[in-house]
């Protein structure tokens, strides 16, 4: 890589599942702790785990794949650490004619040109249009998960206010917890994101959430992430220009019509998110 510069990008799964074949690409199970298989016994897919060592596995259903950043944050050395998902990954720049999405996630040699000359890599900003994140969230999660989070930041740290503020209002933001970012930086996001959400962890009582809405600290960490980037651009810690934005693809086909219905349910019914 550039500079010697190495790179180590976590994909986050739960199941056995086909992977990039780039040596940057380390499938990672998570959740490990808690999964088993049809016999009760431990399940293994033999990718890392995010169970060695300092971990949180264990709080996968509230953390998603954020399980698997904690563990990346204590325990890989790169230059550059990212996460995607066994589904959701960051695409090419080049448009190749070929059917299998797997041709289309982004590798090591173009990613390399890249490096040093952006500290964080993105997914393609997602778009609401006629929602703002707080109130997409309000509309299909539980919003006082957003209003405690504000209310530990204020606590923790008021210089985030003014940014958090501002992003709620965003009817955007980048999505699924997907980022590559210098060691340096992610390490300092890590750390103030596991303070935040271990605070927030402890706030919320989870005894009559559904599996489901009960993973509320991996997408409230979805939403602060921006927050955290937003802030850092504001101190002067980070310019926008060393940020870039990746196309985005999913690996499997997307049921539109049934997130587009889900959402107008939620936004003009209140139907929260059961999926």
């Known amino acids: 890589m550039t500079d010697n510069a190495t790179v180590n990008i976590i994909v986050t799964t739960h199941k056995a599942y086909r992977m990039p074949d780039d040596s940057m690409y380390l499938p990672m199970q998570v959740g490990a702790a808690l999964a088993r298989d049809e016999s009760g016994a431990p399940l293994d897919l033999g990718y890392l785990r995010d169970d060695a060592g300092d971990n949180i596995s264990e709080k996968n259903p509230l953390y998603c794949e954020l399980t698997g950043l904690y563990w990346a944050w204590k325990h890989m050395e790169a230059d550059y650490i990212g996460l995607v998902h066994y589904r959701r990954h960051f695409g090419s720049f080049h448009s190749l004619k070929t059917e299998d999405p797997f041709d289309q996630i982004l590798r090591s040699e173009e990613l390399e040109p890249m490096l040093r000359r952006y500290r964080v890599f993105v997914p393609t900003r997602r778009r609401y249009y006629i929602e703002t994140l707080y109130s997409h969230y309000e509309h299909t999660h539980y919003v006082r998960h957003l209003d405690e989070t504000r209310e530990i930041l204020a606590n923790r740290c008021p210089e985030y206010l003014a940014a958090f503020d501002r992003v709620m209002m965003q009817t955007g933001g980048y999505m699924f917890n997907m980022m590559i970012m210098e060691r340096e930086l992610f390490s300092a996001y890590a ?60 690996t499997e086909p997307v049921n539109w019509r049934r997130k587009a219905v889900s959402f107008l349910k939620a936004k003009f019914l209140h139907e929260k998110y059961e999926f």
Not at 207 to 217: F, H, I, K, M
Not at 220 to 231: A, K, M
Request: proline share 2%; net charge negative; aromatic share 16%.
């Open 191 to 250: 750390d103030w994101l596991f303070s935040i959400l271990g605070e927030l962890e402890r706030r919320v009582d989870t005894t009559e959430l559904s599996y489901y809405q009960g993973r509320y600290c991996g997408r409230v960490g979805e939403l602060i992430f921006n927050v955290w980037l937003e802030y850092q651009i504001e101190a002067g810690e980070l310019l926008r220009s060393e940020i870039r934005e990746l196309p985005f693809l999913y």
